[in-house]
């Protein structure tokens, strides 16, 4: 036998072992792996997801936090393992599009590392302040901001609600002091004793403390009002630019993933986004559920990615 009559025999058997993997999988236990820590809203997401899963696919779907450098460590741990299915990534905007424009450094590559496998939803950022504060609209807090140059502080605990401060600053031609959180209940507990005054955050963690009336709503960051929310006015509505920049989270898998194994799994969490039990969690959470092909998460990242970075080179921000 010929060289090349022995290397296309290779390339045949080569692809008929991956035709029989994917045709078994899952014949073994899944791990999810959420970049942030446990009781955050991706963690809370991605056991809920990691259940449904389970049930559909009938093998074990275990979630594994390895948070860390706004979710480079957990999306860099993805990348370098097998692209088999058995390992996924519960990623957000932050490592999935935001963190290549933050970073001079990155481990990963978050367009090409990866196999996109499934958008799940988006949820706004909400511009809250304590109950006490004079300012209940935008633009009294504009107001007052600009009556006093550095005097009021904005928290913020990641990444895209740090960029939103730095946002409305350049927007509304205001000085603020930004305040920094390593985790959302440290910042909301400062928030409502008074220790700060504003915050941007997700709207999961604030809802309840805007019912029960310990933190005020001033604006949501969506172009249209949410319809969880449709009393709380846009931050648009009070003159400044449009910006969409709001959380995300979709699955990826590691770069060279079979086709039909990326596709099981897409169709298998398209189904589990429609179940009551994901639309109660959304419900809480102010997720609106998303559902598409992997194509369709490709080209929605691929355009977060250009968004994140002339946002970050509008505001400066950056982490190294």
Request: charged share 20%.
């Amino acid at each position: 036998m010929s060289r090349t009559m022995k290397q296309l025999a290779a390339l045949l058997l080569l692809g008929a072992a991956c035709m029989n993997a994917s045709a078994a999988f899952p014949d073994k236990p899944i791990n999810m792996v959420v970049p942030f820590g446990a009781g955050s809203a991706t963690d809370t997401l991605a056991r809920c997801v990691a259940k449904g899963l389970s049930e559909r696919l009938g093998q074990p779907v275990t979630v594994e936090n390895k948070p860390g450098a706004g979710g480079g460590i957990g999306a860099a741990y993805v990348a370098r393992s097998a692209p088999d299915g058995y390992t996924l990534l519960m990623g957000t905007n932050g490592p999935m599009a935001a963190n290549a424009s933050l970073y001079q450094r990155l481990p990963y590559d978050p367009i090409k590392d990866f196999a996109p496998v499934a958008l799940m939803g988006r949820l706004p950022m909400i511009l809250i302040g304590n109950a006490d504060t004079k300012a209940s609209t935008l633009p009294e807090l504009i107001a007052a901001a600009r009556a006093q140059p550095g005097a009021l502080n904005f928290g913020a605990s990641n990444t895209t609600a740090r960029v939103w401060v730095e946002l409305l600053k350049r927007m509304a031609d205001v000085d603020v002091a930004t305040v920094l959180y390593s985790n959302v209940g440290g910042m909301m507990t400062d928030l409502m004793s008074g220790r700060i005054s504003y915050a941007f955050e997700n709207v999961g963690p604030s809802l309840p403390q805007i019912a029960a009336g310990k933190v005020r709503a001033l604006a949501v960051t969506t172009p249209q009002r949410a319809s969880f929310a449709p009393d709380i006015p846009t931050v648009a509505e009070s003159g400044l630019d449009k910006h969409e920049l709001v959380v995300w989270f979709a699955m990826f898998a590691p770069r060279d993933t079979p086709p039909p194994v990326v596709e099981r799994l897409n169709a298998e969490v398209n189904q589990v986004l429609a179940t009551p039990e994901l639309r109660q969690l959304a419900t809480q959470i102010g997720m609106a559920p998303a559902a598409g092909s992997p194509a369709d998460l490709k080209a929605y990242q691929e355009d977060e990615v250009k968004n994140w970075r002339n946002l970050v080179d509008m505001t400066g921000v950056r982490i190294d």
